[in-house]
């Protein structure tokens, strides 16, 4: 067991060995879901005018305001500034209109009632100075920073970058990545299964994952298990792509041709082995050109264990992400743990009345039983130790 490292040591490696993907500037109905790469200051003092929130009148307060105002003229949303003069007058305005000039309080038109030309106050009604004025610059003033690098785009910071004028974004640029099977007894999604074969899944399941975190430029591979032709194949993608995800061939087997076929094509290994459980077999290096490639175990617990704990982060840190706030869970139950190994135990989440994030353990079988990954939300990190980690002990999670 010497030569396996911690699961700590291997997230450290990876970190320090990941290439950067560079950035590129896209139109802002493509950036929605990417990273940002570059500072977003307020282009204009937010609101950029004294705008009025409710639809009603305009009026220049007084502690004698008369409670009958003469109707003077109007100031709509969008309308060039009106101005008001008179104090026994009034603008009728509507909301996100400019404050007309000569007012400093907007009575809801739920507090009056229209009388020919003329608005009276609702009986007993007191309006207050400066009452229902969004003030200019209240939100943020013309210059403030708005938007961080690393921050990922969502409908708020969308909404930002429209409302500031930025109609091209620089972003991340996303990588070319290749998810590759490896096996014989690997066949399509919809071929008959002859003896001894199983469907492919680990590619479907990584590669869904990747698309939930916005990378779109992915594809599938299969190479079986031939030393030449898996040389050969991963010496083409190598070429063609930033990122190698491989699912198989990386533990000790016979036919196990994966690490000596990256070492032969240049590829420089990082580590092989983590002190975990599953996906103990992992392997990660860095090839000729700087292509970042993780070897996954075949098993399909272990290959989507892996893919999330460590692939996931590591490629959207590469893409200069802020980092995922961590999660916490409290086991709701006794979970056997092993005395040299890290766990990962999928389990399944919710919140109970106390407001805390419990975790009930749904343990796989064995590495290759992933029907019952369906009811889980993701996986608990157990460090290694003797017997049961009790109910009640908190541990991190890792949502798939």
Known sequence: MSDLISVSQAEALIAEHMPSFGSERVRLGDAAGRI???????EHDHPPFDRVMMDGIAVHWSATLPRRLRVAGAQMAGMRM???SAHDACLEVTTGAMLPAGTDCVIPVEQLHRDGDSYALADGYQPAAGQFIHRRGSDCTQGSLLLSPGMHLGPAEMALLAANGVAMVEVAAMPSVAIVSTGDELVEVDAP???????RSNDTAVRAALRLDGFDR???EHIVDDEDATRVRIAELLLQHDVLLLSGGVSMGQRDYVPAALAAEGVRKVFHRIAQKPGKPMWFGIGPRGQAVFALPGNPVS??????RYARPALRA???ASPAAPEYVCLDEAVDINPTLASFVPARVQTDTQGRLMAYP???RTSGDFSSLPRTQGFVQLPPGQGKAPA?????????
């Open 303 to 308: 290959a989507l264990v892996c893919a999330t």
């Open 362 to 364: 749904v343990p796989s």
């Open 193 to 199: 299964l002859g003896e001894g074969q199983i469907r």
């Open 36 to 42: 940002l790469r570059q500072a977003v200051h307020a």
């Open 392 to 400: 009640g002990t908190v541990a991190s999670f890792y949502r798939w």
């Open 82 to 84: 009106q101005s008001l």
């Open 218 to 220: 992915v594809v599938a």
């Open 318 to 320: 590469a893409l200069g």
